[in-house]
């Protein structure tokens, strides 16, 4: 089946600072990618779409500035989520979807990163 | 709007028995595909089982199957034999066919008792 990492699996950091997180597919292409977000004992709230070469859309509510978003090739997307405070703890999860080209929308999800600010 | 409701917060099995779970959507899309994932105590989705709306024929997988009615909007799942490994958040979710998003229920927590 289709891989999806992320990197790193668990971070650290102090208020103010920001924080890159990488999603990969492994085995395919992802013409599309997506980042959610789910705090504990709830549901996955989607926060953007990525396309790769163009930029995400987010969804409504969710601040453009705070959390910035890249998907500069088929198997790379990064969320960086700049001057982080102790709101934006949340365990971060990516998907992946090869799309049309494939004929199929499934999407194949990373293992989540969680994020702790101090 | 497109939304996606499971009732049920919480669920118990006993072992070797079978429980369904409920999920509801409402979608004003034509094409569309519904899935359960499961997420374990890791947090890693794991894709249960998946079913397009074209398709009468409900989807089965195993000890998983759906009861999909179309006209309901209605997308429950089986699971036969329960095992421990099965204890695991469950989610329904919904996926339009042009834009791939998906839109996730609340989720179910499945327990098994021994």
């Known amino acids: 089946g289709a891989v999806v990492s992320q990197h790193p699996s668990w971070v650290i950091c102090k208020s103010g600072t920001s924080v890159k997180i990488e999603c990969r597919s492994l085995?395919?292409?992802?013409?599309?990618m997506f980042w959610y977000r789910q705090f504990p004992k709830q549901s996955l709230m989607l926060m953007a779409t990525s396309n790769e070469g163009s930029k995400a859309t987010y969804e409504q509510g969710v601040e453009k500035d705070k959390f910035l978003i890249n998907h500069a090739s088929l198997t790379l997307s990064t969320l960086t989520v700049t001057s982080a405070h102790p709101e934006d703890s949340s365990f971060y999860i990516c998907s992946a979807s090869s799309g049309l080209a494939a004929g199929t929308d499934e999407q194949f999800f990373g293992p989540g990163t969680r994020l702790t600010v101090l | 709007a497109q939304t996606v409701t499971q009732s049920q917060p919480e669920m118990s099995v006993q072992e070797a028995e079978t429980v369904t779970l409920s999920c509801t959507y409402d979608?004003?899309?034509?094409?569309?595909?519904l899935f359960w994932y499961k997420q374990p105590p890791s947090r890693q989705m794991i894709l249960v089982i998946r079913?397009?709306?074209?398709?009468?024929q409900n989807a089965t997988e195993n000890r998983f199957s759906v009861n999909f009615q179309k006209a309901a909007k209605s997308f429950s799942l089986k699971i036969s034999d329960s095992q421990l490994g099965d204890a695991a958040m469950y989610f329904c979710a919904q996926g339009g066919s042009g834009t791939y998003k998906y839109i996730f229920g609340t989720g179910t927590r499945l327990k098994v008792l021994a």
């Open positions: 079913q397009e709306a074209y398709k009468q």
């Open positions: 085995d395919f292409q992802a013409t599309t």
């Open positions: 979608t004003s899309e034509s094409d569309y595909y």
